[in-house]
């Protein structure tokens, strides 16, 4: 069990941030912003986040920067992911994590030609939401629990955390409880039948499933309970638009179909018709 988090001081970046965040959810212990001493590298009740030259669980000791230039673009949240046991999963169902990596290890120039766009385009992703909060985390000595700051920072780890675990535990409900629906034209939906209790989100998760089974060049659409009525929401993969929802929006049984086109909500829950209304959808 750690008492302290030590990070380093001055500017700050998400890299530290949530790897102090997620510290701060599994430990509820405060956050110390200054250089750490020998004596904080050796204790292993003092976690060293992003500073020390040193990546030591043992010593709960998480830095990067000792790492050769052209090592695995690991960085301090990497490495305490690691250490929750929590790496490989996050990278699976988290895609930001691996741009957060190359962004910290290898700068915005480097991230911009790995991802095939322009350099400006990284500025651009930046929102007010990031800047305050690292600003903010930037400007104090010290972080405690009750105040704004690490309170956000606990519920940022906290909510991280869950839904890494909890996608696990999702996408083994959806391979227990889904089928595989093939239909006209050589097309395929991943069908999930009510069940009870219903998850929260009943849609959660079914992309990531597709793509972990390998099928989603197959799959055009998903079909799922609907928890506000009785019937199913239907919805595109990867928003194929050869589903064309609206083509069925006129239809005694489907209540909305957005005009968008990517979505509709049917009160029926006869799946030779839930077929019918996927195949009167596709244009191919």
């Given at each position: 069990?750690?008492?302290?988090?030590?990070?380093?001081?001055?500017?700050?970046?998400?890299?530290?941030?949530?790897?102090?965040?997620?510290?701060?959810?599994?430990?509820?212990?405060?956050?110390?912003?200054?250089?750490?001493?020998?004596?904080?590298?050796?204790?292993?009740?003092?976690?060293?986040?992003?500073?020390?030259?040193?990546?030591?669980?043992?010593?709960?000791?998480?830095?990067?920067?000792?790492?050769?230039?052209?090592?695995?673009?690991?960085?301090?949240?990497?490495?305490?992911?690691?250490?929750?046991?929590?790496?490989?999963?996050?990278?699976?169902?988290?895609?930001?994590?691996?741009?957060?990596?190359?962004?910290?290890?290898?700068?915005?120039?480097?991230?911009?030609?790995?991802?095939?766009?322009?350099?400006?385009?990284?500025?651009?992703?930046?929102?007010?939401?990031?800047?305050?909060?690292?600003?903010?985390?930037?400007?104090?000595?010290?972080?405690?629990?009750?105040?704004?700051?690490?309170?956000?920072?606990?519920?940022?780890?906290?909510?991280?955390?869950?839904?890494?675990?909890?996608?696990?535990?999702?996408?083994?409900?959806?391979?227990?409880?889904?089928?595989?629906?093939?239909?006209?034209?050589?097309?395929?939906?991943?069908?999930?039948?009510?069940?009870?209790?219903?998850?929260?989100?009943?849609?959660?998760?079914?992309?990531?499933?597709?793509?972990?089974?390998?099928?989603?060049?197959?799959?055009?659409?998903?079909?799922?309970?609907?928890?506000?009525?009785?019937?199913?929401?239907?919805?595109?993969?990867?928003?194929?638009?050869?589903?064309?929802?609206?083509?069925?929006?006129?239809?005694?049984?489907?209540?909305f179909a957005h005009n968008k086109g990517f979505i509709a909500?049917?009160?029926?829950?006869?799946?030779?018709?839930?077929?019918?209304?996927?195949?009167?959808?596709?244009?191919?």
């Amino acid at each position: 069990m750690i008492r302290q988090i030590v990070v380093h001081p001055g500017g700050a970046h998400k890299d530290d941030f949530l790897a102090c965040a997620l510290l701060i959810a599994e430990h509820g212990v405060p956050v110390f912003r200054r250089e750490p001493s020998g004596d904080d590298l050796a204790d292993a009740a003092i976690a060293v986040v992003d500073v020390g030259l040193e990546w030591d669980e043992s010593r709960m000791n998480f830095d990067h920067h000792q790492f050769p230039r052209d090592a695995e673009p690991l960085c301090a949240l990497s490495l305490v992911l690691k250490h929750l046991g929590l790496y490989d999963e996050t990278r699976k169902f988290c895609d930001w994590l691996e741009v957060a990596e190359y962004i910290d290890t290898r700068g915005p120039n480097d991230t911009a030609k790995w991802l095939g766009v322009e350099r400006d385009a990284m500025s651009k992703l930046n929102s007010p939401v990031d800047i305050t909060l690292l600003r903010r985390f930037a400007a104090s000595n010290e972080h405690q629990p009750g105040q704004p700051i690490y309170e956000v920072m606990k519920m940022v780890g906290e909510d991280l955390i869950s839904f890494v675990r909890g996608m696990k535990a999702r996408l083994s409900y959806i391979a227990e409880h889904s089928e595989i629906w093939d239909l006209e034209g050589g097309k395929k939906a991943l069908f999930l039948p009510r069940t009870d209790p219903l998850p929260d989100e009943t849609s959660m998760g079914m992309g990531r499933y597709v793509e972990e089974i390998g099928l989603e060049e197959e799959v055009v659409a998903l079909v799922y309970p609907d928890r506000r009525g009785e019937g199913y929401g239907l919805s595109r993969f990867n928003d194929d638009k050869r589903m064309e929802f609206t083509r069925v929006g006129e239809e005694a049984d489907v209540h909305f179909a957005h005009n968008k086109g990517f979505i509709a909500k049917t009160s029926t829950s006869d799946q030779d018709r839930l077929k019918v209304l996927l195949d009167q959808s596709w244009i191919g």
